[in-house]
């Protein structure tokens, strides 16, 4: 007898597969399943209502796209489907709280979700049985993932790899340890040797931008990128796991963290990843130098103490100034002096440098992109790569991927690159010139302010910062050496 078809409901099928090992049907098997199913029960199943979705975890709702947009379906005006066919309810959902609340809201939508595999009766009992299914999907969903937990955990003991490599590393499909890319291991260790240095995160940062490096997905560089890349033990041979949380991303206590030595070979030698570390700690300590608008004196930390380095301190009233280790008990040599003594022997030291009484001896520094003259060969490496660039933009032309405008477009780009290079390179031309004149001039305009009293103390702070790096202070010999810089 033919089937009726105005009595014929319309269905969707909804595939799933994880991503664990466990035993399921084939998505061709539960397909196959369910249009059986839906043939002999008078559903009608058309291909456009079949969602399919590989490798896929059924913890999260809003990880599965193709869930979504079926859901997104139920819920429009057209109402396409009647009937939700899964092969298990465990397709469905492995979360017992989700699953309740998208077969509450298709509900009232008037969509059924049926498992072919696992029949209910009718009433409450079916409801029952259904909740009871429910949760032993989400109780062995549970299990599983601390299965797969324990695993990894056991594979991070023994140094294994099981997360994305970081920059400079690349897998070695063979042996399954990874090896040193040696493209991305020159900004790697370019990354350590400028903070030993001296430079902050994102005045690394920009530096590596400036120089056209990019981070291991193709991005810019920012100041947490190299963060990250100055904490990873990696570097120097060792493997870290279960660093932070999977859902917020949240970093754990380091006591949950597991640390392994790798099999890979180090990038960084272990003396400088101490070293490094250190550095770390003693930058972000929170009662560093504070900044000069909360001193109490203009002077304040810009003098240090010629037997231990630790900086002057001005006293309560700004009217003295004594080694701060001093006052600790860390210094066995009292620094003592007079605030206006200090003032006094700054002054003296500037104008014998402006009358030639003294011979002007100074840093040249540079900002972060310009830091190394290593990086002079970095730029031209970077400008001969330039030519390659415009033969395969060419070449893209002429095969028709490229339409003319497009190879017109991406050849400026590339003329601006060269042109932003250049640039660059043309500051290396001025370090044969004499700053001298310049330094003089802006050592005499500090003087003029310092010596205004009249100017507040941030003002004065900041003017002194802007040609001088620090002062030692010599009691014994009563003696005030002034270091001096330039800016570039």
């Known amino acids: 007898m033919a089937k009726d078809i105005l009595s014929m409901k319309t269905a969707c099928a909804y595939i799933r597969v994880s991503t664990d090992k466990q ?27 079949i969602f399919i979705e590989n490798g896929i975890s059924g913890k ?11 859901i997104g379906l139920a819920k429009s005006k057209e109402h396409p489907f009647d009937v939700i066919l899964v092969w298990k309810f465990s397709r469905f959902a492995r979360n017992q709280e989700e699953s309740i609340v998208y077969k509450s809201l298709l509900k009232k939508c008037n969509v059924e979700v049926v498992s072919i595999s696992e029949p209910l009766v009718d009433g409450p009992f079916g409801s029952l049985i259904e909740r009871i299914i429910e949760w032993m999907d989400e109780y062995y969903s549970i299990r599983l993932s601390g299965e797969v937990l324990r695993g990894m955990t056991e594979k991070a003991l023994r140094g ?10 690349r897998m070695n499909k063979d042996t399954g340890i990874p090896y040193i890319y040696e493209d991305e291991a020159v900004i790697v260790r370019k990354i350590y040797s400028e903070y030993i240095a001296g430079h902050s995160y994102l005045e690394i940062a920009r530096e590596l931008n400036a ?9 810019t560089f920012e100041g947490r990128t190299v963060e990250y890349i100055l904490e990873n033990p990696f570097y120097y041979g060792v493997v870290r796991w279960n660093r ?35 550095l770390i700690a003693l930058r972000s300590r929170p009662y560093k130098a504070r900044a000069a608008g909360h001193m109490r004196h203009w002077l304040g930390g810009i003098v240090k103490c010629s037997d231990c380095g630790a900086s002057l301190m001005a006293g309560i009233n700004a009217t003295r100034y004594q080694c701060g ?23 003296d030291a500037l104008e014998r440098i402006l009358d030639g009484t003294s011979e002007l001896h100074y840093e040249l520094k540079r ?6 003259k290593s990086d002079k060969e970095i730029i031209l490496e970077q ?23 497009e190879y017109k477009e991406n050849k400026e780009l590339l003329n601006n690159e060269r042109r932003s290079l250049e640039k660059q390179l043309e500051a290396y031309q001025d370090d044969s010139k004499d700053s001298s004149d310049e330094m003089l001039s802006n050592i005499s305009s500090v003087l003029s302010i310092i010596k205004d009293t009249s100017k507040d103390t941030l003002t004065r702070a900041n003017a002194i910062r802007s040609v001088v790096d620090h002062c030692v202070y010599d009691k014994e010999n009563d003696k005030l050496e002034v270091y001096f810089f330039l800016q570039k």
């Open 60 to 70: 999260k709702a809003d990880k599965r796209p193709e869930f979504m947009k079926m």
């Open 23 to 49: 035993e399921e049907l084939s998505p061709d098997a539960q397909k196959r399943l369910i249009i059986d199913y839906a043939k002999k029960n008078n559903l009608s199943l058309i291909n456009d209502n």
């Open 244 to 278: 932070q949380k999977h859902d917020d991303h949240t970093i754990k206590d380091i006591g949950d963290w597991i640390l392994a030595e790798g099999k890979h070979e180090p990038l960084i030698d272990k003396d400088t990843w101490d070293n490094v570390q250190h």
């Open 211 to 219: 120089l056209g490096y990019n981070t291991k997905r193709g991005a």
């Open 367 to 372: 900002t972060a992109a310009m830091s190394n």
């Open 325 to 347: 280790n001093y006052n600790k008990g860390k210094c066995s040599h009292s620094h003592f002096i007079k605030t206006a003594t200090l003032e006094q022997a700054v002054y």
């Open 160 to 169: 294994g790899y099981q997360s994305s490599l970081p920059l400079g590393y």
């Open 383 to 405: 400008i001969s790569k330039l030519s390659a660039k415009e033969a395969r933009i060419k070449q893209a032309y002429r095969d028709g991927i490229d339409t003319l405008e």
